[in-house]
């Protein structure tokens, strides 16, 4: 199965760190130090995007070895099968 250029994942990931440092820096410019709570909490849904999309990343390529897996044992299966 030939993969995709596009990575939807990678493009997420990509998109919400820019969409983050860019907000961080818009609250710099905006609110001065007032902003570092604000200026926290983004850094904080970063790191949870981040984390998120890598648990997503895993789970894609654990689902997609299981079922490598299965395709090899149905087709181990049907080759013992003709065997006999």
């Known amino acids: 199965m030939a993969k995709s250029a596009f990575d939807t994942l990678r493009a997420l990931a990509i998109a919400s760190q820019a969409l983050g440092f860019i907000l961080i ?4 410019t905006v609110m001065g ?3 570092r709570p604000w200026q926290g909490l983004t850094l904080a849904a970063m790191v949870v995007a981040a984390l ?19 395709r090899r044992a149905d087709s181990g299966e049907s080759r013992d099968e003709d065997e006999r």
Request: hydrophobic share 45%; aromatic share 8%.
């Open 33 to 35: 130090d007032a902003a």
């Open 52 to 70: 998120w999309v890598a648990l997503a990343r895993r789970y894609r390529r654990n689902q997609s070895r299981r079922a490598a897996a299965q």
């Open 25 to 28: 820096i818009t609250l710099e």
